[in-house]
């Protein structure tokens, strides 16, 4: 019989231990193989990043679908001469756990509390390994969409408010705390993020890109960001931020994209970002093709703390 809740730790990983792991792991073997199609099984961070599950509805799941293919199809997950197909009873755990959303959350308390001492050190010194399951959970609860960068590297994060951002408040924002080691990319556009909550994002000691853009945070504000040692890219469009910003923003030596249409900032501060800020695109415009995030030179994407 198949539980109410089916849990990802004591049901699902389990079956992809038995039926999927030894070719799609995200731990290179003895032969320095890769996992099989790219695609990380062992772990919930290369699941998120395989694109593979749609949560909350299973037929729609390319993880599903190719479970349930019949056999002898060239499709079928696992192939016939990998190992035995998934039981009927596996099958069932599986699409009523995508079914309810695919979370990898236990509810077990391992969520804990955000130490009230963290700081951008600790957080370095902090493995950005497996995300806080708990952690990824709760905020998807407060309406946060977060995914995996990139298949490569499933650990690092990207954390937005896409359909809830009117609602989104600096206590919302503090809870990306939770999981602060393995944030590297945070859009706040629209958000009512304040200087206050900033203090918050100052914390995220490995984000490389931070969109602020329409939000009323202001010069002071900037000042929590400061310590940031990885900062590439940073969109203040339509923010109050002032020529009194320069000093804080000029902080980040690494920024390659700096975004200040419809500030407060005038052309001759634009020009002193630009002498500052060498490297950096200081945009004052609206042009799209500007604004693009693959338009860069990001080779150093994740030349960041370890």
Known sequence: ????????????????????????????????????????????????????????????????????????????????????????????????????GARFSSGSGELGEIPPDLTVRK?????????????VAHLQDLGATITPVSVSTPQYLAVEWISTYHETDDSDIEQILHIAPNVTELDLSRTKVTDEGLA??????????LN???????????????????????????TPVTDAAIPEITKHRKLKALFLWETKITPEGMDTLRKALPDARVIA?????????????LDSRFDIGQ
């Open 1 to 100: 019989q198949i539980p109410a809740q089916v849990d990802y730790k004591t049901h699902i990983a389990p079956i992809m231990a038995a039926k999927c792991n030894s070719c799609h792991t995200g731990q290179k073997s003895e032969s320095d193989k890769k996992p099989k199609a790219g695609l990380a099984l062992a772990a919930a961070a290369g699941i998120r990043a395989g694109g593979v599950i749609e949560r909350g509805n299973a037929e729609g799941s390319e993880f599903y679908i190719r479970v349930v293919l019949p056999p002898g199809d060239d499709e079928i997950m696992p192939p016939e001469d990998d190992g035995s197909p998934l039981s009927a009873k596996e099958i069932a755990l599986i699409k009523a756990w995508i079914d309810q």
């Open 123 to 135: 957080v370095l010194e902090m493995r950005a390994g497996e995300p806080n399951a708990d952690g």
């Open 200 to 209: 918050h994002v100052g914390k995220l000691a490995r984000m490389t890109r």
């Open 212 to 238: 602020l853009n329409r939000t009323g945070i202001s010069d002071a504000g900037l000042a929590h960001l400061g310590e940031l040692p990885s900062l590439e890219w940073l969109n203040l469009w339509g």
């Open 285 to 297: 415009d609206t042009d799209a093709e500007a604004s693009r995030f693959d338009n860069l030179d």
